[in-house]
C-alpha cells in the first residue's frame, strides 16, 4: 500500500505518494488530466491530446507519477478541465538517495496552459518539490501536431539535464554561508514572495532550522530551508500594523508556486557563483 500525503489548499489538491500513482487515485484528485474532450471555449484549430495518454506514453518510456495537483476554479464549467500538474521520476531516479531529480509536467484543457516541461528536485528530508530555476529545462509544447511524441521527447530533453542540475547541487553542499550571509538569503526571499516592506516575518524566521536534518549551514540546506518557509508558510508573524498577530500563508496556486520557486532557486545559484568565484 503506497504512503500518500494529501493537502488541500483554496487554489489546489495535491496527492504525493513514496510509490507511483496509480490512474484511480491520480483521476480521484485531479479529474481533468482525464478530461475526455477540451473546455468548449476551444476552436477547432485546438489538437486535443489528453494528458492521460501524454501520462501513459509517459509510462511507457519509463517515467512514472508520483505527485498530482490541479488548480480549482470558481467556474464549474472549468473544473473538468483547469490546470494540472504531474511530477514524474525516471526509472534511473527512483533509487533512494537525499534527493531524487523529477520532471514536471503542466497542463490544461481549457486554454489557460500549452504543455509544459520543467526539471525538479525532491528532497525527501523535508518532502521540498524544488522546480530548477535555469530557462534551459523549461520546454513548452502547444496544443498542435504529435502533442504526446513531442511531450515525451522534452522529457528525455529535461532528464539528459538532470547531470549539470546534479552538480549544481552537490556545488551548493559544498559552500558555507555565515549568518550574515544566510540572513542575506532570507532577506532576498521575502523580497520575492512579499511586496517591498510587508513581509510578515523577519528573515531570521525564514532560515529557522526546522528538523535536525536541516541545521547544517552549507547552502543547499539554508536555501531548502528558505525555500520551505516561503512555499509552506505557516509561521507565526505581524500584520502591517504590528497589532495583529498573523499566520503566513502556503503558496497554492500552480502558477504562482512554480515562479517563486524558480526565483529562488536562481538566488541560491547566484549565491553559488557568487561564493565560488
Same mark, same amino acid.
Given at each position: ?23 484511480? $487515485? ?20 485546438? @489538437? ?64 489557460? @496552459? @500549452? ?39 522534452? $522529457? ?31 532577506? $532576498?526571499?521575502? $523580497? ?86
Amino acid at each position: 500500500m503506497p504512503s500518500l500525503a494529501t493537502r488541500f489548499g483554496r487554489n489546489r489538491a495535491e496527492l504525493r505518494s513514496s510509490t507511483p500513482l496509480a490512474n484511480e $487515485a491520480i483521476k480521484a484528485f485531479a479529474p481533468s488530466i482525464f478530461a475526455e474532450e477540451p473546455h468548449g471555449s476551444r476552436s477547432a484549430r485546438y @489538437s486535443y491530446i489528453p494528458t492521460s495518454k501524454v501520462l501513459d506514453g509517459l509510462r511507457g518510456e519509463g517515467f512514472e507519477p508520483f505527485m498530482v495537483a490541479q488548480c480549482r476554479t470558481r467556474d464549474e464549467t472549468r473544473k473538468d478541465f483547469t490546470k494540472h500538474l504531474i511530477r514524474f521520476r525516471h526509472a534511473t531516479q527512483i533509487e533512494a538517495r537525499e534527493e531524487t531529480q523529477e520532471i514536471i509536467l503542466i497542463n490544461s484543457h481549457d486554454g489557460t @496552459s @500549452s504543455y509544459q516541461l520543467l526539471a525538479g528536485c525532491f528532497r525527501f528530508a523535508c518532502a521540498n518539490g524544488l522546480i530548477v530555476g535555469e530557462q534551459t529545462a523549461d520546454i513548452r509544447v502547444p496544443h498542435k501536431g504529435d502533442v504526446q511524441g513531442t511531450v515525451i521527447e522534452g $522529457a528525455f530533453r529535461v532528464l539528459s539535464d538532470f547531470e549539470r542540475v546534479a552538480d549544481n547541487i552537490h556545488g551548493m553542499k559544498a559552500i558555507t554561508l555565515d549568518q550574515g550571509e544566510q540572513l542575506a538569503l532570507g532577506r $532576498a526571499a521575502l $523580497a520575492l514572495r512579499y511586496d517591498e516592506d510587508k513581509a510578515p516575518i523577519e528573515p531570521e524566521q525564514v532560515i529557522e532550522t526546522r528538523r535536525r536534518a536541516d541545521r547544517a549551514d552549507d547552502l543547499w540546506s539554508v536555501f531548502n530551508r528558505v525555500q520551505e518557509s516561503t512555499i509552506r508558510g505557516g509561521q507565526t508573524g505581524y500584520s502591517q500594523d504590528g497589532k495583529r498577530r498573523v499566520r503566513t500563508r502556503e503558496i497554492t496556486g500552480i502558477d504562482q508556486g512554480v515562479k517563486l520557486n524558480r526565483a529562488l532557486w536562481v538566488l541560491a545559484e547566484e549565491m553559488r557563483r557568487l561564493k565560488a568565484a
